[in-house]
């Protein structure tokens, strides 16, 4: 039953990560810590992850944006260690509170505002990108902090998609090699990977296919929906 659930989790989450180009660990985690122990959960989902990522890099490379993005790994890199040295030591239920008001601020001022005001100030890169190496060394949730950034640049729905994923790769790989590191990456990890890849791989085709039938005007719309559901989750105990 535990494998089933597992199955059910991954595929939701790898769907709305094809589809909106994040939201992967937000989804998974906090579902996943509800069937799995929260340092196991994490660990399979930075595995997830960096596969996802690397599915959807390959299908969307073309539109990549290497101007700006440095400025938000700088940041993200000098938060990553940040964020795992304070797993440890924060308590859980405050930051994904806080996280969770962000998000359903960020999404409801999205939704019915007229214009979501562009960041043209690029030196703000910094502090989106430190922002977000916390979140994702903490609990892997890295990606609402680029995608706030991205829809102030407003990217492209294909722009979005792959630059989040190289943004994302870089936070997700330095979590992957700490885990390896600190051993995290046992026989269960790898068992529930094993079943977790078919559905990532069914998930992001899926995902793949409806995107051919979303318009960028729906897009941006689904994208905060998506954050403003996630927000509401994490607000509830």
């Not at 079943?195 to 941006?220: E, H, N, Q, S």
Request: hydrophobic residues 55%.
């Amino acid at each position: 039953m535990s494998a089933l659930v597992i199955a059910v989790i991954v595929y939701f989450a790898i769907l709305t990560q094809a589809i909106s180009g994040s939201g992967l660990a937000l989804v998974a985690m906090p579902l996943l810590i509800g069937v799995l122990p929260t340092l196991e959960a994490a660990t399979l989902v930075s595995l997830m992850s960096i596969t996802t990522q690397v599915i959807m890099l390959m299908r969307y490379y073309r539109a990549l944006t290497f101007h700006g993005l440095w400025r938000l790994v700088a940041g993200a890199l000098v938060g990553i260690p940040i964020g795992i040295l304070a797993l440890s030591h924060l308590d859980q239920r405050l930051i994904l509170t806080v996280l969770g008001i962000i998000l359903i601020g960020y999404s409801l001022y999205g939704l019915f505002a007229p214009k979501i005001p562009p960041i043209k100030n690029a030196n703000w890169a910094y502090a989106f990108g430190l922002i977000s190496g916390l979140l994702h060394g903490a609990y892997n949730t890295g990606g609402p902090p680029y995608v706030i950034y991205g829809v102030s640049q407003q990217w492209s729905p294909p722009q979005f998609k792959c630059n989040l994923q190289v943004l994302l790769m870089v936070n997700t790989s330095s979590v992957v090699v700490a885990h390896i590191a600190a051993g995290h990456v046992t026989v269960d990890v790898l068992g529930n990977y094993l079943i977790a890849l078919p559905m990532i791989l069914l998930g992001a085709f899926t995902g793949f296919i409806l995107d051919r039938y979303i318009d960028d005007k729906v897009f941006r719309k689904i994208v905060l929906v998506v954050l403003l559901v996630i927000g509401v989750k994490m607000l509830l105990p």
